[in-house]
């Protein structure tokens, strides 16, 4: 009876991301329910602490997602942003996270249809390398 | 004690695999390049030609880290919320191979284990199922002091057999009763008097090539505050980086934390080495740090092995000269620097 | 090098002695063969402690933090660029710093000296040029120093400082013919569970000393994210999902200002080569944004500036 699906943490930024989550729902559009969202005021929150959290706990992937480069609402977060996830994602994936676990994305808050698109994609990624593996902290293993 | 054995080097070890049956047995091996105790299990290879082990062996009595204690976090669970002792396994433990500064370690560490006032469940249960069998030094390093600050590179306090090499062969000597009772068992031929003496006279040469020695009574001597407030600290610590090699190297540094650590509805009480070198290590609930900042912390270690331990113990300084602070400190702060400085 | 020493006392002198600066960062000589320690020099007369030589491995950048005097300092490519991030970063000003430059030819891997030695013990070190001698009891050897430099030396592309007051001898030819990736794009390769068990093996010796943290020279933060506990983000026992977070953390916080200066693999007590960590961070920051860190005082860091034309792709 207990047929796996994954869990993804997705930080979605509270002006965009967010927003076209909540237009997916009321338009009525279907997307998958695997996703734990945390809503954050800008996608240049999100710690790659939060991330690497995130896995430590169990995800078995994580999406960031923000404005478009131009749209932050903060002018500039998501363009210090793209920095770091760049290099955060080739870290990862370089020790051993597999590449489709973390996934990041631009969706303004109109973009209901892109949200669905991203996240089936995302889903079908992430659904496709079955149970996380890696960095899941569990009981200590000490003496 | 009963007398020497003599055995052949692959008799002993053949003796050594096969005390497995009885105890978990710990012997060197190497690892890249350097040596660790590990557990004799198979595919490990005993290697007893050796300076000494990158880690001191403390580990084997105080792991780096233990759970304590434990309990469920669910009301629905029994138990829940109430700690209860984590199951250990107390049982017969062998170590071969042990340096005598590293057993006489264990001696220092005791006193802070095992007294009067406190008594640690875990160290001293773990000890005293312990039986060390030492390996003397036939060459100490240069970075070795035990003949200054232990009892030597032959000796036997906190072993309970020690081992001479002999080229071929090694000369075993019980020291302790336990000791004795597992020679007792052990088929090989009583030591010679020539043997005995070969072993003495390497015992003479191997003390002949340790220079270093201070006197102790400086130490004794100095107030406290007088040491305390010397000039000297903020020199000795300005390459210091505060890591905590040094501190989890050691054979006698024993400063440990207890953490928490929750793990879905199951609780850990953890204990972790801890080092005086870490600010965290006297940072109070408050945000206030008595030891805020990096000389003074430097100092704490060298007081407290050199200076309030020699005043609390009497007995010697917290240090069996093994050497491995000044051989692997990454900035070169030479303890024996640091003698001659308090001393002077 | 060993010809720096020399004008290093020198000029230390003469700066101490006018009053050029108030104390003097350098390297003296340890009491271990191959290990020498950071000191600083506060009086003229003590100068002569002052050396260089193939095992000035650590970053004297790391000693600079947040220091209010005026410094005279020795440094080499790396430890220049190690300067050059901490006055970015707003942990010593320039004015305050007197740096006398040193064009390096690169420092020997103590480790690997140790190997062709058969870890037998050392009592003495001497090196003449390009070659260097050890003692031990009974043995004596000579070494050529260009087949036991740093693994980080022998790709070193910054060989010359950056910046400096005064350069204590001709620039050394750069190094350019190397490829300072070549183990990292091996490993890229992989299936991700190779990667995994490479790095888990990489790390199952640590200890957890933070030595690979505190000597270098980028970690200043007032609280580490490993002594963090609202909420903490890594457990504090030798666990190994908490020693590979630390490990990730600890790289990443380098990331875009690792200079490759090699101090935390130098100082391991365990010897785990960590800078398999930030080696593909400084791979990245080359690749994808043309960054090497600590370079000119003339631009921001990497994370601290951005282009709108910053690479795009991984995003959807």
Redesign the interface.
């Known amino acids: 009876m207990n047929e796996w699906s994954p869990k993804i943490t997705a930080f979605l930024c509270n002006w965009c991301t967010y927003g076209a989550a909540d237009l997916a729902g009321v338009s009525r559009l279907q997307y998958p329910p695997n996703f734990r969202v945390i809503r954050v005021p800008c996608s240049g929150r999100v710690s790659p602490k939060f991330i690497l959290a995130a896995f430590r706990q169990g995800a078995d992937g994580v999406w960031v997602s923000g404005c478009h480069p131009g749209d932050c609402h903060y002018l500039e977060g998501n363009f210090y942003a793209r920095r770091k996830f760049a290099l955060l994602k080739g870290l990862l994936e370089h020790i051993g996270i597999e590449p489709g676990r973390l996934h990041f994305s631009w969706i303004s808050s109109a973009e209901a249809t892109k949200f669905v698109e991203v996240a089936t994609k995302v889903a079908n990624a992430v659904g496709a390398l079955g149970p996380a593996k890696y960095l899941i902290k569990q009981r200590a293993e000490v003496a | 004690m009963g007398t020497s054995k003599v055995l052949k080097k692959d008799e002993w070890l053949k003796v050594i695999e096969d005390l497995r049956k009885g105890y978990k047995v710990f012997v060197p091996t190497k690892?890249?390049?350097?040596h660790?105790f590990r557990e004799y299990k198979d595919g490990i290879r005993p290697d007893l030609n050796f300076?000494n082990t990158?880690?001191s062996p403390k580990g084997l009595i105080y792991?780096?880290?233990?759970?304590m204690f434990e309990c469920p976090l669910s009301k629905d669970q029994e138990g829940a919320f109430i700690l209860k002792e984590s199951p250990k396994d107390f049982g017969p433990q062998l170590v071969v191979g042990i340096r005598p500064c590293d057993a006489y370690g264990f001696l220092i560490v005791k006193r802070n284990f095992d007294n009067p006032q406190y008594r640690d469940p875990w160290w001293v249960r773990r000890y005293e199922s312990t039986t060390f069998v030492g390996l003397g030094c036939n060459?100490p390093?240069?970075?070795c002091f035990c003949n200054a600050a232990a009892g030597g590179p032959f000796g036997e306090e906190g072993l309970d057999l020690l081992m001479w090499d002999l080229g071929d062969e090694y000369l075993i000597k019980p020291i302790t009763e336990k000791g004795s009772n597992l020679l007792a068992k052990v088929e090989g031929k009583e030591a010679q008097d020539g043997e005995i003496k070969e072993a003495e006279s390497l015992k003479k040469e191997s003390q002949k090539k340790m220079d270093f020695s201070f006197d102790i009574t400086p130490l004794k001597n100095k107030a406290q505050l007088e040491l305390f407030n010397e000039p000297y600290w903020e020199?000795v610590a300005?390459?210091c980086?505060?890591?905590?090699?040094c501190?989890?190297?050691c054979p006698t540094c024993w400063c440990f934390?207890i953490?928490d650590?929750v793990?879905k509805n199951?609780c850990?009480r953890?204990r972790?080495w801890d080092?005086c070198m870490?600010?965290?290590f006297t940072l109070h609930g408050s945000g206030h740090n008595p030891r805020e900042k990096k000389f003074q912390r430097v100092r704490q270690r060298f007081m407290h092995k050199l200076k309030y331990y020699v005043d609390k113990y009497g007995n010697g300084i917290q240090c069996s000269g093994c050497g491995r602070c000044?051989?692997?400190c990454?900035?070169?702060?030479?303890i024996?620097?640091v003698i001659g400085l308090m001393c002077g | 090098m060993i010809r720096y020493t020399e004008k290093i006392r020198e000029r230390a002198r003469e700066l101490l002695g006018q009053g050029k600066v108030d104390v003097f960062i350098g390297y003296k000589k340890g009491t271990v063969p191959l290990m020498n320690q950071p000191v600083m020099i506060k009086r003229a007369e003590d100068v002569d402690q002052l050396l260089w030589d193939s095992n000035c491995c650590l970053n004297l950048a790391n000693y600079l933090t947040k220091r209010t005097e005026k410094i005279g300092i020795v440094a080499n490519g790396c430890n220049s660029r190690n300067i050059v991030i901490h006055i970015l970063e707003n942990q010593i000003k320039r004015d305050q710093l007197y740096i006398l430059g040193i064009p390096c030819e690169g420092t020997i891997d103590h480790r690997a000296v140790l190997r062709a030695a058969d870890n037998q013990e050392l009592l003495g070190y001497s090196e003449d040029g390009k070659e260097f001698t050890i003692r031990g009891a009974g043995f004596e050897k000579t070494l050529k120093k260009e087949e036991f430099l740093r693994t980080n030396c022998k790709t070193c592309q910054h060989r010359n400082p950056v910046i400096y007051d005064e350069l204590l001898g001709d620039p050394v030819p750069e190094n350019t013919e190397v490829d300072p990736f070549s183990d990292v794009k091996g490993l890229e390769t992989q299936p991700p569970e190779k990667k995994w068990s490479f790095f888990q093996n990489l790390i199952s010796k640590c200890i957890r000393c933070y030595a690979c943290r505190n000597a270098c020279p980028l970690c200043y933060c007032p609280t580490c994210f490993v002594d963090e506990s609202k909420p903490q983000w890594v457990g504090k026992s030798i666990d190994p999902i908490d020693t590979m977070t630390f490990h990730i953390l600890r790289a990443y916080h380098c990331a875009g200002r690792c200079t490759d200066c090699g101090a935390c693999e130098r100082v391991c007590p365990v010897a785990i080569p960590m800078r398999q960590f930030t080696k593909k961070l400084n791979k990245d920051a080359k690749e994808l944004f043309d960054w090497e860190a600590g370079l000119t005082l003339e631009t921001r860091p990497l994370f601290d500036f951005y282009k709108t034309s910053d690479y795009n792709e991984f995003i959807y």
Request: aromatic content about 14%.
């Open positions: 690892e890249g390049d350097f660790f300076s990158r880690l792991p780096q880290s233990e759970r060459e390093c240069p970075t020199d300005f390459s980086i505060n890591c905590g090699t501190t989890y190297l934390d953490q650590e793990y199951h850990d953890i972790n080092s870490f600010p965290l000044v051989r692997y990454p900035v070169n702060i030479d024996r620097n």
